[in-house]
């Protein structure tokens, strides 16, 4: 009977309360119209199209091949299109932010505003690392979307992402921050993300996630999902972020990072209870390089790093992806526990590219390429023993070869290599020519350079 009882009363305030919002004036509604008016119109549709050549087995390019299966000497194109969403930041100057995988490969980018009129954009400069492009139009008459401060955001925060999704043209939805400081996904490089449940689909890639205020706290990036479509799990590049690495490329073109010659691992129970110590989270120093700045300022393999700049570190890649958006120059200021006693370490961060300096190849059929060893934030990391590429010039040996940024050299003339070390042990003493293993997109295959 109480359960009967109670049963009854609930349907009743539900079908009051129900009752009472049908009679509430249109003006007394609970509505996020007023604050969409202004947010959508600084979210734009973005189309692209580009060509990108059709990927061969390197042997394919020996000439008997060629003659024996009757391959062309060109390399073959593909038509590529893409749609997706980007953000106003600057109206004064038409600045636009999207995700770098939106306009990748574009020879034309066109952007779609709100009120239905079109213009080219020019690319500024993207990041592939972070996956954001930087767009500027030459429009008047166009307003921004002011950027929040994403370290404000709690859990359960009410959010309205707005995009493009399968290009049916602008949308909005709803929902909540599901989770923060999301990492280890594989999905961008530096991983800092914001998990919502507000559906996110294709299309939606570089629209924004907003606040109740209108405010851009993220660029929507990505999905989580199995058939592509949204599940109520999504990602966002947080608006901090965003306004770093977008800064750098307004300023810079790309993005400079920065380098302090540390790897870092995660601080878990086991590590905490053989150190004997009191805090719950961190990054353990595993190895430092000899001569870098963290070599400079006393750090050891085994030290503790709790916070950088007086902010608490959660993790290794709460660590790297603070240290990655700081420009070489600039001074950093790391607590960390030495054998549980609290000490401070200030460094100077130094430029990658002139730390890839430091060791130079012999034999010069490599030159134009510099390798590095394969960086935590790789999908491939502790999977591939290797080098990775970080760079090579176009028009040189190694690109003719068809080595490119990003692929990883497990061998040197079938001679496996571990790190940079190796690697340059073995290519050194190497001929003329060097025939190199090279892993790219789950597929392996031998490249002969000479």
Known sequence: MRILKISVLAIYLI?????????????????????????TSAVVNISTEGRVELRFNPLFNDPFFKRFFNFPDQRQQRKTQSLGSGV???????????????????????????????????????????????????????????????????????VVAIGNPFGLGQTVTSGIVSALARSGLGIIGYEDLIQTDASINPGNSGGALVNLDGKLIGINT???????????????????????????????????RGYIGAKFQDLDRALIEAFGLSVERG????????????????????????????????????LRNRLGLEQPGNLVLLDCLKSKTLVSASLTVGDYKDA???????????????????????GVFGRIRGVMIFNVQKKSKAWAAGLRKGDIISSVNRRDVRNVEQFLDAFNNSKEKVLLRVFRDGNSALVLVQ
Not at 22 to 30: E, H, I, R, T
Not at 230 to 236: D, L, P, Y
């Open 283 to 318: 990054a353990v120093v595993v190895s430092v390089s000899s001569g870098s700045p963290s070599d400079q300022a006393g750090l050891e393999a085994g030290d503790v790093i709790v916070s950088m700049n007086g902010r608490k570190i959660n993790g290794a890649s709460d």
């Open 15 to 39: 079908f009051w309360a129900a009752k009472s919002f049908a009679a509430l004036p249109a003006s007394q509604q609970y509505t996020l119209a007023p604050m969409l008016t202004t947010a």
């Open 88 to 158: 106003i930041i600057d109206s004064k100057r038409g600045l636009i932010v999207t995700n770098y995988h939106v306009i990748k490969s574009a020879d034309v980018i066109k952007v779609k505003l709100s009120d239905g009129r079109i213009f080219e954009a020019d690319l500024v400069g993207s990041d592939s690392e972070t996956d954001i492009a930087v767009l500027r139009i030459k429009a008047k008459n166009i307003v921004s979307l002011e950027l929040f401060n994403s370290d404000k955001l709690r859990v359960g925060d009410f």
């Open 356 to 378: 890839l300096q430091t060791k130079q190849f012999k034999n010069s059929v490599l030159s134009g390429v510099s390798v590095v060893a394969i960086p935590n934030s790789s």
């Open 222 to 256: 990505a999905i989580y999902s199995q058939s592509g479509g949204n599940i109520g799990i999504g990602f966002a590049i947080p608006s901090n972020m965003a306004r770093e690495v977008t800064n750098q490329i307004i300023e810079h073109g790309e993005v400079r």
